[in-house]
């Protein structure tokens, strides 16, 4: 059984990492159209491309859409927004991806990466969900499933992430209170919180040999996460098997935040 049968799929940030991974597993199980969300220079829109050629490769079912634009803009969740209302033709589904992490030491940080991590992280979720909740409201049948993906980071601190973690703890509360304000349309809202996956956000802090270690010790699991290990949470949340969940969050780390030694 497909699980995304006929849905439709809108990813932030997926020419890469997570929201690549999410995109791929989504058209594995059914999903009929996938709205692919990337910044829009050069090396996004080459690994845009070869996404969508994957998909067309392996799931000739799924149609793809490209949409450029800069997540933290406010007018690209307006383009967003255009391109949903043409595509969505049952449920629509989200997954707010896109994201950021400059590791920064918090006394010395310019104000200009906090503002670039806040407007990425955290404006780019609410534009964005905004702009597809209007939809979902609006469509027949009315509703659907929205993902934030908020992080480990939510709920510990980080030295070199003061900046970070309290655009993820948003985008955590961000769903709850969607989850309330959306339910009498039928639209679900939960977040995802991966623990350390090894994507292009943290590679430069992981090419540290020492620390990669301490990481994967640090696991009940043995071993970092890999960004198809979020796709399969995503696929649940998105999907009727979770038809009852809103406002919930999922964890998925690999045991880091429970061990404790």
């Not at 949903?84 to 997954?95: D, H, L, Y």
């Amino acid at each position: 059984m497909s699980l995304l049968s006929a849905r439709v799929v809108c990813i932030t940030g997926s020419s890469r990492g997570i929201g690549r991974a999410c995109a791929l597993e989504c058209a594995k199980q059914g999903a009929a159209g996938l709205i692919l969300h990337y910044l829009g220079d050069a090396e996004t829109e080459a690994e845009v491309k070869s996404l969508e050629q994957e998909i067309a490769s392996l799931y000739p079912h799924a149609k793809t859409h490209a949409v450029p634009g800069d997540i933290g803009d406010s007018a690209t969740s307006k383009k967003d927004m255009q391109i949903v209302e043409e595509g969505v033709k049952a449920f629509g589904r989200i997954v707010s991806n896109a994201g950021i992490c400059p590791f920064s030491d918090f006394l010395e940080m310019p104000l200009a990466v906090w503002e670039k991590t806040r407007q990425v992280n955290l404006d780019g979720s609410f534009y964005i969900t905004q702009a597809v909740a209007k939809q979902m409201r609006d469509q027949t049948p009315q509703g659907g499933s929205i993902i934030g993906i908020s992080s480990i980071s939510a709920l510990v601190g980080g030295a070199q992430q003061v900046h970070y973690t309290p655009t993820k703890a948003g985008i955590l509360s961000l769903m709850q209170s969607t989850a309330v304000a959306l339910g009498k349309y039928n639209i679900r809202a939960n977040a995802i919180l991966p623990g350390t996956i090894a994507t292009d956000i943290n590679k430069e802090d992981l090419s540290d040999q020492a620390k990669r270690e301490y990481m994967v010790k640090r696991t009940a699991l043995g071993r970092l996460g890999n960004p198809d290990d979020i796709a399969g949470p995503v696929v649940f949340l998105a999907s009727d098997l979770a038809k009852y969940v809103t406002g919930a969050s999922l964890l998925v780390d690999g045991g880091l935040f429970v061990n404790l030694q």
